[in-house]
């Protein structure tokens, strides 16, 4: 497979109204502003796929890119971010919440975690249930541009010990959307799960 081919699909306020429960998805987790529409763009290679925002909260709904037939990347709403309408966040974090639990062709979860301050209790909370889930994961180390090299790589073996003690299938990589960096390692693990 190749990312780049990915093409925008649908942007859906719920579940029902989206494609097809078949085939196989991997999809894009994170606290608000942790950089998930960034990376898409960053991994497919493709500047403006996914919108992308100085303001927290710019992903309401659950877009959609298909990058084959069969093989989805989904760009889910961020968590976390207070300051919107709590009647908006309810609604978006609904949708969140039941998009993982009810969605069969989920088979890859990215977990997007600002470099500086990574694993909140809702980032830990969410790779927990992805671990209990069966779900791999790919805890991706965003912004690593704002690190030094040896200050990120310091980082990145903070979260893999803390994550360890869960078990499961989790990597941990240091990505930078602005740098390019990590983003091999990134696509070719998301590449592996879309073909499994
Ligand atoms: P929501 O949709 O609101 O949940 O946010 P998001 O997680 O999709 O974040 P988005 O990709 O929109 O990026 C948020 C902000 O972080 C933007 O101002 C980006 O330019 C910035 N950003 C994203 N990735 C990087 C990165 O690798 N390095 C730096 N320096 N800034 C980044
Ligand atoms: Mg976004």
Same mark, same amino acid.
């Given at each position: 497979v190749n990312l780049n081919k990915a093409k925008f699909v649908i942007?859906? +306020?719920?579940?029902?109204?989206l494609p097809e *429960?078949a085939g196989i998805e991997v999809?894009?987790? %994170? $606290?608000?502003?942790?950089?998930? /529409?960034?990376?898409l763009?960053?991994?497919t290679?493709q500047?403006?796929l996914? $919108?992308? /925002?100085?303001? +927290? %909260? ?5 877009n959609v890119f298909e990058v084959e037939e069969g093989m989805r990347l989904v760009d889910?709403? !961020? ?5 919107? +309408?709590?009647?908006? #966040?309810?609604?978006?974090? #609904?949708?969140? !919440? ?7 062709s &989920?088979? %890859? ?6 470099? $500086?301050?990574?694993? #909140? ?11 209990? /889930? ?23 073996? #903070?979260?893999? @010990?803390? &994550?360890?003690?869960?078990? !499961?299938?989790? @990597?941990?990589?240091?990505?930078? /959307?602005? @740098? ?11 590449? *592996?799960?879309l073909?499994?």
């Amino acid at each position: 497979v190749n990312l780049n081919k990915a093409k925008f699909v649908i942007s859906a +306020p719920d579940i029902r109204q989206l494609p097809e *429960d078949a085939g196989i998805e991997v999809a894009f987790a %994170g $606290r608000s502003n942790a950089g998930k /529409s960034s990376a898409l763009n960053t991994l497919t290679l493709q500047k403006s796929l996914a $919108r992308t /925002s100085k303001t +927290p %909260g710019r992903t309401q709904l659950i877009n959609v890119f298909e990058v084959e037939e069969g093989m989805r990347l989904v760009d889910l709403p !961020g968590y976390g971010f207070a300051k919107v +309408p709590l009647e908006m #966040k309810k609604k978006w974090q #609904k949708a969140l !919440g039941e998009y993982l639990e009810k969605r069969e062709s &989920l088979k %890859g979860l990215v977990v997007l975690m600002d470099i $500086r301050h990574p694993l #909140k209790d809702l980032d830990h909370n969410l790779i927990e249930w992805a671990v209990d /889930s069966n779900l791999p994961v790919l805890a991706l180390l965003t912004k690593s541009d704002k690190l030094s090299q040896g200050k990120a790589s310091a980082e990145v073996l #903070k979260v893999k @010990k803390a &994550l360890q003690v869960l078990g !499961g299938d989790i @990597k941990v990589v240091a990505f930078s /959307s602005l @740098k390019k960096t990590g983003a091999n390692q990134a696509t070719q693990i998301i590449c *592996d799960w879309l073909t499994a």
